[in-house]
């Protein structure tokens, strides 16, 4: 990405903003509401143009409806379909014929690789409505590796899941990623979740981008730039809290029908 400025809604989200994320990384995606995460994943998928600057995803222009990246959309509504895990992936099967039964053994074949790949062969056959939200972000996980993509976009698959179920997810799509050789960027409110699997960590904030180690990014100085407010970084047994005037900032900016909406003091939320 080069000089990339995206508008959304009339208001420069990206402004002039150069990356370059290397193949085989898993890049957490960090950054306030509203500071551009969604917004660089639909420039990513070629779904929004940028206003000025370059993209270029795999080694070539970015485009629409590529079949090398994959992307796994943020979800809040859990409502669940009459449809058997099976079924539901398969439906996601080359986009366009979304909806239709599958029926090539080249598509059951693939069908299965993904749910192997996730481990949910064993949940496959129950219906969606009989899965917890983290077995049923395993199998949004398995639509989005139909294909095979090289790159894989995941925008908050951690929103409305409790600790133990957003680590297990990490820990899955770390292993998956690293199994496949695969590029990953995933977004999160919270950093703390992906300490783990993070290769490196993309921040974003007031229409600028930080891409480094997570001690170069997650720090006072570069965060206060971002955030345009002086931010102070704690690191507690492990954990680190991004706080400003003594508010934990990642644990309380996601408010909001399915978002965890939690302003107690930061080191006690630990
Ligand atoms: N369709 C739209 N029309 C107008 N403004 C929009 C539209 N979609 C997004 N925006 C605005 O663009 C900005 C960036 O939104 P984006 O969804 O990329 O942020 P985000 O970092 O993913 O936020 P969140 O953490 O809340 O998911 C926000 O100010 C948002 O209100």
Redo the contacts with the bound molecule.
Sequence with gaps: MRQASMV????T?LDRIDLDIQAGEFVGVL????????????AVLGLLAPQAGRIEVLGAAVHRGNPAVGYMP?TRSQAPFPLSGRSFVAAALGGQRWGLPWTTATDRQEVERVLELVDAKTLADRPLDRLSGGERQRLLLAQALLGRPRLLLL??PLISLDPPRADAVVALVRRVQQALGITVLF?A?ELNPLLPALDRVLY?GGGGARLGPVDEVITGPVLSALYGAPIEVLHVRGRIFVMSAAHDVERG??CGPGHVCDHSPAVASA
């Excluded at 959304?8 to 208001?11: E, L, M, S, T």
């Excluded at 509401?33 to 639909?42: H, S």
């Design positions: 959304v809604g009339g208001r989200v950054g306030p509401n509203g500071a551009g995460k969604t917004t660089l994943m639909r943020q925008d908050e977004s409110h974003l900016m996601h």
